[in-house]
């Protein structure tokens, strides 16, 4: 029996108003985003406050799904990072609750938005998408006046083209303007060509009053002395010249039959019966293009199908040699013989392109339809997923507020949507297969997401910069320069008669070592990365290096202090071998790159050993020296 616990109520509490802040923020960040695409179509239009109040409503609740995966993201994120950062998390799981369970409750919170995402994608979505196309639509016919751009010809006025080569926003007047009208037909046009002017709409917003100063209007006479004498023209030079123009001014709802066809504007069970529909009107027209092809190719125009099929197989069988009969002509009969071949396949090869771009056009409504059928189960599923990132990371992170998780939650969803949309644009163009283009970032964050919950559980630290830093450092081969500071209070003495001995017995076998191995040649191929033997001598020298260096640290002296302090960190197994298992030596000898830049970094670090030991070698004699002229431990 699931029983809730008071621990439930408080992580939910701590979700839900975090989630209600995030929502409206991440959709206000959405609709702007949206916004800034038709900025053009709202700014100076004379819009209402009602068809704006409709615009931002459909707006919004078109975006409602696109800002839930991501409000889910971000609030879950902060919502660990918080309990994290004060510690709650931490008294969570000494009381014995795990991670998975304290999880438990928002999962199934994460669910119902889910599932409300969903419902929300395949009933109300699909309506506001119909409705806000029609809002942008309409829009662009709104007021042309105030439409009409500068240094290009502007069609939004019906049967004219105006060109306006500079405009004054603030007086609304035009200046060096170029207008082609056609009344009927192209024949009946009329050139207009003006130094300045201005276009204003009537009151009653059915006409655009056009006034013009200082031009000249040219107009052809065809309609008047009929289409087979000659049209004369006739040129009219004014200094004020006013005309009305059609045109309806008032804010008119497209029709939305338009966008019926539209896939996005449907539901899930009208995109099933859509997509049959559409297949088999696809697998008719093709089927009626074969036979055709097949009746022209064979000429069995006139046969039913049975005899179609006899007269292509018996065809087949026949053979022609065409270069034999092609020869015997004369090179009059050549010539006409290609060109008559060369118009056939002028003639065929038009008819193929038309019935491509016909059975393209259906094959790409039925991309359209199948995309917004997986992207109803993907964008809702995605909301699971991105808590299943959020949370573990916020465990992990362990910082609240809105600066560390909203980095972290604005770079995954910047993952998530070049993906998606890269896969939604392949797939709608048909390069890629459309399940592989639609679940392509769901293929790529599900292995993320599994990830940093399996490290959250087990209280990994992903996010260890240090370790990384180390990491990095290692495999560049920087280091850090050693730090031996003096002490104010020193409990131990050193014991320089033992430290000069170790120093000593250091410089005799850093010596040996040097001149064993050789340090100055390449390594051995074959035995760095097949036939590897421990070498454990270059450890022990280090260890007593470093054991001698942390006694004499308690010293008072400065001269030993500052010796001490050029004491470098070495490394004692990079030079020896790129890993510590053998198959993965072997392994990247295989892998020839690879093999070869591990080999010339192993090489690198076995003539820095034998700088390192130099150093040493100097170092441990002028310690020694100074530890003499102590009087051997005397200070």
């Given at each position: 029996?699931?029983r809730?616990?008071?621990l ?7 979700f839900?108003m975090?989630?209600?802040g995030t929502f ?9 985003q949206?916004?800034?695409r ?6 100076g ?6 068809v ?8 919004g ?29 931490t ?8 991670l998975?369970?304290t ?5 199934v919170?994460?669910?119902l938005?889910?599932?409300?995402s ?7 979505g ?7 196309s029609?809002?942008l639509?309409?829009?662009?016919q ?22 306006v ?10 200046y ?20 300045s002017?201005?276009l ?8 655009l009053?056009?006034?013009?100063w200082?031009?000249?209007w ?14 004369p ?14 045109f309806?001014?008032?804010f008119d709802?497209?029709d939305?039959a ?5 896939a996005?504007?449907?539901g899930?069970a009208k ?8 297949q ?10 074969y036979n055709?092809?097949q ?32 020869a015997?002509?004369n090179n009059?009969?050549k ?6 071949a060369?118009?056939?396949v ?5 008819d ?5 771009m016909v059975?393209?056009?259906?094959n790409?409504m039925i991309?359209?339809h199948k ?12 909301c ?6 959020g ?8 910082k ?5 998780p909203?980095?972290v939650?604005v ?5 998530y949507?070049?993906?998606d ?7 709608r163009r048909?390069?890629?297969a459309?399940?592989f ?8 964050l599900?292995?993320l997401?599994v ?6 559980n ?8 240090d ?5 990095l450092?290692n ?9 031996v500071?003096a002490?104010e209070?020193?409990i ?5 008669c033992?430290d ?6 250091v410089?005799e076998?850093?010596q040996?070592y040097?001149e ?6 390449a390594?051995?191929?074959k035995?760095?990365f097949?036939?590897?033997q ?6 022990e020298?280090n ?13 008072r ?10 004491y ?14 053998q198959?993965l030596?072997?392994?990247a ?6 093999g070869?830049?591990l ?8 003539l ?7 150093v ?13 002229k102590l ?5």
């Amino acid at each position: 029996m699931l029983r809730i616990k008071k621990l439930d109520i408080f992580i939910c509490k701590q979700f839900g108003m975090l989630f209600l802040g995030t929502f409206f923020i991440c959709l206000f960040v959405l609709m702007m985003q949206f916004l800034w695409r038709y900025v053009d179509e709202l700014v100076g239009k004379g819009l209402t406050i009602e068809v704006l109040a409709q615009f931002f409503w459909w707006m919004g609740l078109m975006m409602v799904p696109q800002a839930l995966p991501l409000a889910i993201l971000l609030s879950s994120l902060i919502t660990f990072g918080n309990l994290g950062e004060s510690s709650e998390l931490t008294a969570i799981k000494s009381a014995g609750i795990s991670l998975t369970r304290t999880f438990s409750s928002l999962v199934v919170v994460s669910c119902l938005i889910s599932a409300t995402s969903f419902v929300f994608q395949n009933n109300i979505g699909p309506y506001s998408t119909i409705k806000l196309s029609q809002l942008l639509v309409s829009m662009k016919q709104k007021n042309p006046e105030l439409e009409i751009p500068e240094g290009v010809f502007y069609d939004g006025i019906p049967n004219s083209n105006i060109y306006v080569q500079k405009k004054d926003v603030k007086t609304g007047k035009f200046y060096g303007i170029m207008i082609y009208r056609m009344s009927n037909s192209y024949e009946d046009s009329e050139i207009i060509l003006a130094d300045s002017g201005m276009l204003q709409t009537t009151a009653e917003k059915q006409h655009l009053l056009l006034t013009l100063w200082n031009g000249e209007w040219f107009s052809n006479q065809a309609q008047e002395v009929g289409r087979d004498a000659a049209a004369p023209f006739r040129r009219e030079t004014f200094l004020e010249k006013k005309t009305l123009i059609d045109f309806n001014g008032d804010f008119d709802m497209t029709d939305a039959a338009l966008f019926s066809g539209d896939a996005r504007g449907k539901g899930l069970a009208k995109l099933y019966r859509d997509l049959d529909s559409l297949q088999h009107n696809n697998d008719s027209i093709g089927r009626v293009f074969y036979n055709e092809v097949q009746m022209s190719y064979y000429n069995t125009s006139g046969l039913s199908r049975t005899d179609t099929l006899a007269a292509i197989k018996e065809a087949g069988k026949k053979t022609f040699n065409v270069d034999s009969a092609f020869a015997r002509l004369n090179n009059d009969g050549k010539r006409s013989v290609l060109g008559i071949a060369r118009s056939q396949v002028q003639a065929v090869d038009a008819d193929l392109e038309f019935k491509a771009m016909v059975t393209e056009d259906a094959n790409r409504m039925i991309r359209q339809h199948k995309i917004e059928m997986y992207k109803k189960f993907v964008l809702s599923l995605s909301c699971l997923i991105f808590f299943f990132i959020g949370a573990p990371l916020g465990t992990i992170i362990r910082k609240g507020g809105l600066g560390i998780p909203v980095i972290v939650s604005v770079l995954v969803f910047i993952v998530y949507y070049i993906l998606d949309n890269s896969g939604y644009q392949m797939a709608r163009r048909g390069i890629w297969a459309i399940w592989f283009g639609e679940l392509l970032a769901t293929m790529v964050l599900v292995p993320l997401a599994v990830f940093v919950t399996y490290k959250a559980n087990k209280d990994s630290a992903v996010f260890n910069f240090d370790a990384y830093r180390n990491l990095l450092m290692n495999l560049l081969g920087m280091r850090q320069k050693r730090n031996v500071m003096a002490k104010e209070v020193i409990i131990n003495e050193p014991d320089y008669c033992r430290d000069a001995e170790l120093l000593s017995e250091v410089t005799e076998r850093a010596q040996a070592y040097a001149e064993a191995h050789r340090l100055k040649t390449a390594p051995n191929v074959k035995r760095v990365f097949f036939e590897y033997q421990a070498d454990n001598e270059m450890e022990e020298i280090n260890r007593l290096l470093e054991t001698t260096i942390d006694d004499l640290g308690n010293t008072r002296d400065k001269a030993i202090l500052n010796l001490l302090n050029e004491y470098p960190i070495m490394s004692v197994k990079a030079h020896t071998r790129p890993f510590n298992r053998q198959w993965l030596n072997a392994v990247a000898a295989i892998l020839v790159p690879v093999g070869l830049v591990l080999y010339v970094r192993m090489w690198r670090f076995r003539l820095r050993l034998l700088k390192d030991l130099r150093v040493v070698v100097h170092n441990n004699n002028q310690i020694i020296a100074q530890i003499e002229k102590l009087g051997g431990g005397k200070e």
